[in-house]
């Protein structure tokens, strides 16, 4: 059974860092597609970033040079570092999976079988 837990959410300020994590279990994690997710209240869910393969990242355009995701497989877990986050970034984050052997990974949540149950970012200013 694919499990995701998400963990590292709280509360940080603007120009802050704060690093979530995703421990994968119940699959073969190291050729999965990962990617993180957010929603805020009363918005649609949006990709934030991917990763594939160790090297394959994509990111949304207003968070590049500022949020990092990264694997170890060792751990089963990937991670995504957000530097420098901003008040409008507040929101519920999720980590998702798509362990189909020829995944292509991106920002479309369609793409992604399995969730966890989400970690809350809150950025002050």
């Known amino acids: 059974q694919v499990q995701l837990v998400e963990s590292g959410g709280g509360s940080v300020q603007a120009g802050g860092s704060l690093r979530l994590s995703c421990a994968a279990s119940?699959?073969?994690?190291?050729?999965?597609?990962m990617g993180w997710f957010r929603q805020a209240p009363g918005k649609e869910r949006e990709g934030v970033a991917s990763?594939?393969?160790?090297?394959?990242?994509t990111y949304l355009d207003s968070v590049k040079g500022r949020f990092t995701v990264s694997q170890d497989n060792a751990k089963n877990t990937f991670y995504l570092e957000m530097n420098n986050p901003k008040p409008e970034e507040s929101a519920m984050y999720y980590c998702?999976?798509?362990?189909?052997?020829?995944?292509?990974?991106?920002?479309?949540?369609?793409?992604?079988?399995?969730w966890g149950q989400g970690t809350q970012v809150t950025v002050s200013s």
């Open positions: 998702a999976a798509d362990i189909r052997v020829f995944c292509s990974g991106g920002l479309a949540a369609q793409m992604y079988s399995y």
């Open positions: 119940g699959y073969t994690y190291s050729g999965a597609c």
């Open positions: 990763i594939h393969r160790v090297r394959t990242t």
